[in-house]
């Protein structure tokens, strides 16, 4: 968001002195204005900073301390919380959480201060009401106390439960693939609330140097239940009934079982169908994740449902999808491949996942 920039007058020498000073200023205002849109664009889009720390492309603050300048700049046109910075800085300090943390939680959760919870009911933290069965959204008496509510959660899901990271307070926030999110916008909240600290100069609490897209190096099953049905080899296709060479392991499962990634990671590809001639053609629904560590990605074709898109970082052992039977397949079940290359280099993830696999 570009920030106000006030301008100390001075007396007019001149008119023609006057409009190209005016005129220099639209100009600068312009720049900056393109210039922080298309970086909010590219951090929303690839979800990733300069700094890519905190798994989840979130950058923590240069000198790891409160920009104040920054973080009050950036509230001037955040709506109900314009001037509220040393509220928010009190507020952290009492509960000890992140300023930065605390406030762009609030920006994702309120539209920058404009959304009809805090502006009409002083809740800026998306709080229910007990009181109704949790079906309504809780009134608070002042815009003062919502936020020292919203502080207590916070404080309650990062010191009480250890929910550290952006990542870790979005599971709980925003929990992907829940019935309450039809069109899955949960998924954008872990990336936008990192691009949003990011324009606050940065987290100072509970930083990383090591971004989890690198992954551990080593993959997990990605199913539950595991049962390999066909292996990494040659066969006949039974849906062409060509020869081919089967370049992953097919795991049976119920339609609507739960599919895990099988490392850290960043999600490069996701098809809903993939389509002929895009290199994925006959995966049906299908999601390829990039594993930085050993430079590998796995791959997850004929979902049903896909849980992540592309650009989000996701954890080991994340619900990325549901088992289906798109594409080219003959019943529900978990097609998956290890590659040494974005498209190919194909191995055998038997020995690498420790399973026993039908030929």
Not at 16 to 45: D, E, Q
Not at 106 to 133: F, H, L, Q, R, Y
Not at 309 to 332: A, D, L, N, R, Y
Request: charged residues 15%; contains cysteine.
């Amino acid at each position: 968001m570009a920030q106000r920039n006030n301008q100390n007058q001075e007396p007019t020498k001149s008119w023609g002195l006057l409009i190209l000073r005016f005129l220099s200023v639209k100009v600068i205002l312009i720049v900056i204005l393109l210039f922080v849109g298309i970086s909010a664009l590219g951090v929303l889009i690839g979800g990733s900073t300069q700094q890519d720390t905190l798994g989840v492309g979130g950058g923590c603050s240069v000198s790891g301390e409160l920009n104040e300048e920054t973080f009050n700049q950036t509230l001037e046109q955040a709506g109900v919380f314009k001037g509220k910075g040393n509220l928010f800085i009190s507020i952290a300090k009492e509960q000890n959480i992140d300023p930065v943390l605390f406030a762009a939680i609030a920006m994702s959760e309120t539209g920058w201060g404009t959304s009809k919870a805090v502006v009409e009911k002083n809740n800026p933290g998306g709080i229910m009401d007990s009181a109704t069965g949790m079906s309504t959204v809780k009134r608070f008496s002042s815009l003062k106390e919502g936020m020292e509510a919203m502080g207590v959660t916070l404080h309650n899901r990062i010191v009480v439960d250890g929910l550290t990271t952006i990542e870790k307070l979005g599971n709980v926030y925003a929990p992907i693939g829940v019935a309450n999110d039809p069109n899955n916008l949960n998924a954008n909240w872990i990336p936008t609330v990192t691009a949003i600290a990011d324009k606050f100069g940065g987290l100072t609490m509970n930083c990383s140097n090591t971004g989890s897209s690198g992954g551990t190096g080593k993959y997990i099953i990605p199913v539950k239940n595991p049962r390999v049905s066909s292996g990494f080899s040659d066969r006949i296709n039974p849906v062409t009934g060509v020869h081919e060479s089967h370049k992953g392991l097919d795991f049976a499962q119920p339609i609507g079982s739960d599919i895990l990634a099988a490392d850290d990671g960043k999600v490069v590809v996701v098809m809903k169908p993939a389509v002929s001639g895009s290199g994925f053609g006959g995966y049906g629904f299908v999601t390829l994740i990039e594993h930085g560590k050993n430079k590998e990605w796995t791959l997850y074709g004929h979902q049903s449902e896909i849980l992540v898109k592309v650009g989000q970082k996701v954890k080991q052992g994340q619900v990325i999808g549901k088992v289906g039977s798109t594409g080219q397949s003959t019943g529900p079940h978990l097609h998956f491949e290890i590659r040494k290359k974005k498209m190919g280099g194909q191995v055998d993830p038997a020995p690498v996942l420790g399973v026993l696999a039908t030929s």
